[in-house]
Nanobody
């Protein structure tokens, strides 16, 4: 059974950087596309980025393009989200999710498996 664990969140000042990790266990990881999502208090969950199963296709929300980079290491069963130039508006709980597909998409309802989330707070 697939399990996902996020890590790397924390408190950072505006303009700072964090790298989130999403590590999977219990499955053949390179069958799965991974999406990163975030949810701020009082707001709906939104797609941030995605990467397909091979890593050959990625996508980003307009709000993070040029600042965030998604990558994966299938040998380590891990997907990374490098977040640079962080803004207070990036503050949220960040979740990774997995789906058996060769596509890359950021619609939350399409994903069956979710991690528990990691808090990212951008504040001075």
């Amino acid at each position: 059974q697939l399990q996902l664990v996020e890590s790397g969140g924390g408190l950072v000042q505006p303009g700072g950087s964090l790298r989130l990790s999403c590590t999977a266990s219990g499955v053949t990881f390179d069958y799965y596309a991974i999406g990163w999502f975030r949810q701020a208090p009082g707001k709906e969950r939104e797609g941030v980025s995605c990467i397909n199963n091979s890593g050959g296709s990625t996508n980003y929300a307009d709000s993070v393009k040029g600042r965030f980079t998604i990558s994966r290491d299938n040998a380590k069963n891990t997907v990374y989200l490098q977040m640079n130039s962080l803004k207070p508006g990036d503050t949220a709980v960040y979740y990774c999710a997995a789906d058996v597909t060769t596509a890359c998409y950021m619609v939350p309802t399409g994903f069956d498996s979710w991690g528990q989330g990691t808090q990212v707070t951008v504040s001075s």
